[in-house]
Each structure stands twice: as structure tokens, then as C-alpha cells.
């Protein structure tokens, strides 16, 4: 479909006001998620960017404006002639580094088969080999999709889908760990476009079958398929029977599936503190311990928050910068 017939459709379409999607809006494309690794290690010039992740020039070049007009990098001019820029991370930019260390977590239980993760996170805090977990702030427990209520937050509604918003998935997927193994990039494959959060979202409000989810996400029947099929393929949803004469299916998530509800409430909590003015859509209370909360991602030695300029790494594999 062009372009611009499919952002006229959207103009006329709403959706439920919900901070992951908001947060998914901006960094749900496989390359601005590879862009912004690379700034937690330390890359700022373009050159480096497309040394180290092998993207042609335009496509990188569009997916920094990108991620400098949502405001998660700042360029700074270096050189004027040519002009030349850094693109440093802004306050919200650092802000997004738990995320991506839970979408690593996540990679590295799941998706790393019987080879070494790739990277080990060492907390200079607490001089300690670590993972991240998403946690309670006030009980400090891990957080179970099935320990958690919601009700709707003073920013519930409905609103319109963004026009610019690109669902399709990256061309090759596998090119995401061209240079650099990853297991942000392997969650990301599994997981794979914004359609695929939206469905994983949704399964986490209990819509299972094909009529809820299609009417919830006012998704197109086609591509509903091809993503749940996947999902299913990835072992993410496991589909079980409900009805015969026609047959019907419910598509229910698997441990594996419901692993993913950490990373997708790290989302939630840096999309209502950068993207809500304010009003979250959704207010969180974990039933452990009766409190409502936003989700913290920490150390799971020291439960002290986690921040890239307080973390060091161990690379199980060669450096490609040296």
C-alpha cells in the first residue's frame, strides 16, 4: 500500500492511549534500537555508526533525524565545513538504557541457546556479574504478569494513530548482528515490529482469540495471521483449540512469552515519565504488596536502579571496533 493512502487511513483510525505504544512509536525499529546500543558503548559520529552496523548511508541517516526529532539524541556541530555533527544521548535517551537491558535479559534466558550470552553486564556499584530484572520499587520483588492489576490512569482514552507510524518489520532481521552479536537484537527478531508488541500488549489485558485481538488492535486480518503465526513459530504463544464447526483457537502466552512482560513494563514505565505530559493512561498495582507503582529496572544483586555510565562489560566475543 503508498505511503500516503495508508497514513490517510490511519488519520481516521484511534487507539487505546497506553504508554508502550507511545514508547514503541519511537524506538520500534530494530535499527534505532542497534543506534542506541552502540551510544550506551560509547559511538557518537556517524562514521562510527555505520562502521560498526553496516547501514547505508540514507537509512542511517534517516534513522538518527528520527531519533533526534523524538528527542533521544542531541546533535552537537563539530565541524562546520563540511558539516559534520556528535549525537550525543539526551536526558530521556540515558533514560532508555534499562529498557534495553531488560530486552538483553530477556535475550540472554531465551534466545541464547547452549552458546555463552553474549556480553556480561558487571555493576560497578556493586563489583558484581549481573542481569536486570523489573521489580516492584516498594517490595522490590520481581514482577509476574500475574501479580499485577491495572486500572485506567488519568491519561486513559482513546487517541488517533500516529501518522508516521512504519509497522513493517526490518527486511532481514539477521542483519541486526551483522557486526556485533546481541541479545537486544535477538529479542527484537523474536518479537519483531511494532505490531508484534501491540499483539504481546494485548495478550498481557487477556485478549486471546483472533476477533478480540484484530478489534482491539484494528489490525488487518492478514497481517494478524502472519504475526501470530510467527509468535507461535518463536514459541511465544502456544494456540489451543476452544471450538470445533468452524474451528477456533485461542492463543495463550507460554513461559517464554510471559518473560516478556518485564521489557514490555520498562517500556510502560519510560513512556508515561517522557511520553504522557503527566497522565498516565494506566495505573500499576502489584498484588504482593497491595501498593500501586511504576516498574524499576535494577541489579538483580544489589536492586540498585541501573545506569550505563555505572556499568562495565565483559565481551564474549571479538571486539569489532579493534
Not at 536486570?132 to 504478569?145: G, L, S, W, Y
Not at 485478549?207 to 486480518?221: C, K, M, N, Y
Not at 498516565?280 to 541501573?306: K, M, N, R, W, Y
Amino acid at each position: 500500500m503508498h505511503a500516503t493512502v495508508a497514513a490517510k487511513m490511519r488519520s481516521h483510525l484511534s487507539e487505546r492511549n497506553c504508554s508502550v505504544g507511545r514508547t514503541i512509536d519511537v524506538i520500534g525499529d530494530g535499527w534505532s534500537f542497534m543506534i542506541l546500543r552502540e551510544c550506551y558503548f560509547g559511538a557518537a559520529r556517524f562514521e562510527h555508526f555505520q562502521r560498526i552496523l553496516g547501514l547505508p548511508r540514507t537509512t542511517l541517516s534517516n534513522r538518527l533525524q528520527r531519533l533526534v526529532k523524538h528527542g533521544l539524541l542531541d546533535a552537537q556541530l563539530y565541524m562546520t565545513s563540511p558539516p559534520r555533527r556528535d549525537y550525543r544521548l539526551s536526558e530521556s535517551g540515558k533514560a532508555l538504557y534499562p529498557v534495553l537491558l531488560s530486552l538483553m535479559t530477556f535475550g540472554d534466558r531465551w534466545l541464547s541457546g547452549a552458546d555463552e550470552k553474549p556480553l556480561q553486564l558487571i555493576h560497578k556499584v556493586c563489583n558484581t556479574q549481573c542481569s536486570a530484572i523489573v521489580v516492584c520499587p516498594h517490595c522490590q520483588k520481581e514482577i509476574a504478569a500475574r501479580d499485577v492489576s491495572y486500572r485506567d490512569g488519568p491519561g486513559a482514552g482513546r487517541g488517533p494513530v500516529p501518522q508516521d507510524r512504519n509497522s513493517r518489520r526490518t527486511s532481514d532481521p539477521t542483519a541486526l548482528e551483522r557486526t556485533r552479536p546481541s541479545s537486544v537484537a535477538r529479542t527484537y527478531k523474536v518479537i519483531g515490529d511494532r505490531w508484534s508488541f501491540r499483539i504481546l500488549r494485548a495478550a498481557f489485558f487477556k485478549f486471546r482469540r483472533f476477533d478480540e485481538l484484530q478489534t482491539e488492535l484494528g489490525i488487518a486480518p492478514n497481517i494478524l495471521s502472519e504475526r501470530l503465526y510467527r509468535l507461535v513459530a518463536e514459541g511465544i504463544f502456544t494456540r489451543v483449540q476452544y471450538r470445533t464447526g468452524p474451528d477456533r483457537f485461542e492463543y495463550r502466552l507460554t513461559d517464554k512469552g510471559k518473560d516478556l512482560f518485564g521489557p514490555i513494563l520498562a517500556m510502560l514505565g519510560w513512556g508515561d515519565e517522557f511520553l504522557s505530559g503527566g497522565s498516565p493512561p494506566l495505573i500499576l498495582q502489584h498484588q504482593i504488596c497491595g501498593q500501586e507503582f511504576s516498574p524499576a529496572v535494577v541489579c538483580d544483586h544489589c536492586h540498585t536502579g541501573l545506569r550505563a555510565r555505572e556499568m562495565a562489560y565483559k565481551m564474549n566475543y571479538r571486539d569489532p571496533l579493534n
